[in-house]
């Protein structure tokens, strides 16, 4: 899907908080992005064509940004701040294609020392944590045992 399709789909939905992943912006080569709706965008580009993450944040929501926490591999990207005068931590995480159970509770750590308030997670784990519903065998290469840790930490969140 091209982006200004991405972008009317946002639109048409009365999107306020969008999360991307595998964006491929390099850093100094990040795009104007079509859709003014979205006033604020914080991205975390890669040094390649890969990769990367990105938040958009509607214009008629008063987010208020206070600190981010970006991944040098372009993995993750988390925003603290406010939202009306509440506390929320935007987090958006693409996982690896490999090993992502061990990255993502290492990642998912590192959110729980970040954040602050509630907390909205968007992304891609490359993962089905429910095989039975998330995948057309009902099956996973990950072990029961290794789900569930992610699921614990997940609701640990």
Not at 58 to 83: A, E, M, N, Q
Not at 112 to 135: M, Q, R, Y
Not at 145 to 157: A, E
Request: hydrophobic share 40%; aromatic share 8%; net charge positive.
């Amino acid at each position: 899907m091209q982006r200004s399709q991405v972008m009317a789909l946002l639109q048409r939905d009365k999107v306020s908080i969008t999360f991307f992943q595998e964006t491929h912006f390099k850093q100094g080569k990040i795009p104007k992005m079509p859709l003014r709706r979205f006033s604020q965008w914080f991205h975390c580009p890669y040094s390649s064509a890969s990769r990367g993450v990105s938040i958009g944040i509607h214009k008629r929501l008063p987010f208020k940004l206070s600190d981010t926490s970006v991944d040098p591999d372009g993995r993750f990207l988390f925003l603290k701040g406010t939202i009306a005068d509440t506390p929320v931590t935007l987090a958006n995480i693409y996982a690896p294609n490999q090993r992502q159970v061990p990255w993502l509770i290492q990642t998912l750590a590192l959110l729980t020392s970040f954040k602050k308030g509630l907390v909205l997670l968007g992304g891609d784990f490359n993962i089905a944590l429910e095989p039975l519903l998330d995948s057309s065998n009902g099956k996973s290469a990950v072990t029961h045992t290794r789900l569930r840790r992610l699921r614990v930490s997940l609701k640990k969140l």
